[in-house]
């Protein structure tokens, strides 16, 4: 039996002092506040009384470690998929804005030549299609209940992009998926008939909202 609901979570606040973006780097895990917004995403599921019978994460440490109350919650083992992961990005290890940021070093201006791409890392369609196989994916292996995949802004914007169908490039300063989000998705269509049925978006929410004026690292573009 397949899932009934996937809700993509995003990571808490991440302890980040020197302001860089992290991307993929290893040692970035969550701050105090950071487990506060993982904890209030993690109330908020449990808050709604359905049955969530699958954690899957991110393997980058901020992921697993905003998984945690959830698998808590519900008793879950959580797995990783490498599908849901934060995207390649060349400016990892650098402050991107203010004096010495890597925006204003001209060495670094070939890197943004086709920001439709984008051409810093990798491209928007690549992100949508390993986000949708791995959802699909976890729909199709769930017995039963809801799914819980724990990931990054910018995979989990890019599948609501693509569920609305709209344009995959965007501007980064406007994506709708703050710290501690949960996107929520359903399969709609004929039962039996694969060619009708797809993966919707009917639900968002910001369990963490109360918490994000304290924020000091909202992510980086």
Not at 22 to 45: I, T, V
Not at 60 to 81: K, M, N, V, W, Y
Not at 100 to 129: C, K, M, Q
Request: with cysteine; hydrophobic share 40%.
């Amino acid at each position: 039996m397949p899932a009934e609901q996937i809700h993509l979570v995003r990571h808490g606040e991440v302890f980040n002092p020197q302001g860089v973006l992290y991307g993929r780097l290893p040692g970035y895990g969550l701050s105090d506040l950071g487990r506060l917004m993982a904890k209030a995403a993690a109330d908020d599921l449990v808050a709604r009384g359905r049955p969530v019978s699958t954690l899957i994460t991110s393997p980058l440490q901020r992921t697993q470690q905003s998984g945690e109350p959830i698998a808590a919650a519900f008793e879950l083992e959580p797995t990783l998929d490498e599908r849901v992961i934060e995207p390649e990005n060349r400016f990892e290890g650098k402050r991107m804005r203010g004096p010495g940021g890597a925006l204003r070093d001209i060495r670094n201006w070939s890197l943004l030549v086709n920001p439709w791409e984008p051409s810093w890392g990798e491209p928007f369609g690549s992100i949508a299609a390993r986000m949708m196989a791995a959802i699909e994916d976890a729909w199709n292996a769930a017995d039963g209940g809801d799914v819980v995949i724990v990931s990054h802004q910018l995979p989990i914007w890019m599948v609501h992009r693509h569920l609305v169908g709209e344009r995959l490039s965007h501007d980064p300063r406007r994506r709708r998926c703050a710290l501690s989000s949960i996107t929520t998705l359903e399969m709609q269509g004929a039962a039996g008939s694969a060619a009708g049925r797809r993966f919707v978006e009917v639900g968002y929410t910001d369990p963490a909202a109360g918490l994000a004026a304290q924020a000091t690292d909202v992510g980086a573009v």
